[in-house]
């Protein structure tokens, strides 16, 4: 079988402006260095969508400048903050628009 193990820039190649990115709303198991090389790569556009709410990795992505829209029920550091400094002031601001899935 073919060898599926690559390196981190070359999984992040895969992500491209404007696709959808789903991810888990726990602080646990997020792909941070994965998020870092998508972010160096300059990714524009995402779709991030949160499943059951959004954490560091979402608001990560959204203060890079990476994202256009939050899918999600909510955006937050439970049990360290209630709301992602980052999502709160682009929500605020007009860069990211918000769908409500709760």
Known sequence: MKDKIVSMDSAASLIRDGDQIVMSGGMDWTPMA???AAVR???RGLR???VVGGTIDMDFLIGAGAVASVDTCSVAF???A???PNFVRHLTRGRI???DNT
Do not use: S
């Open 48 to 50: 991030a969508v949160g």
């Open 34 to 36: 994965l998020l870092r």
């Open 82 to 84: 209630r709301n992602a």
């Open 78 to 80: 439970h049990p360290h």
């Open 41 to 43: 790569r300059d990714i």
């Open 97 to 99: 628009k918000m769908l």
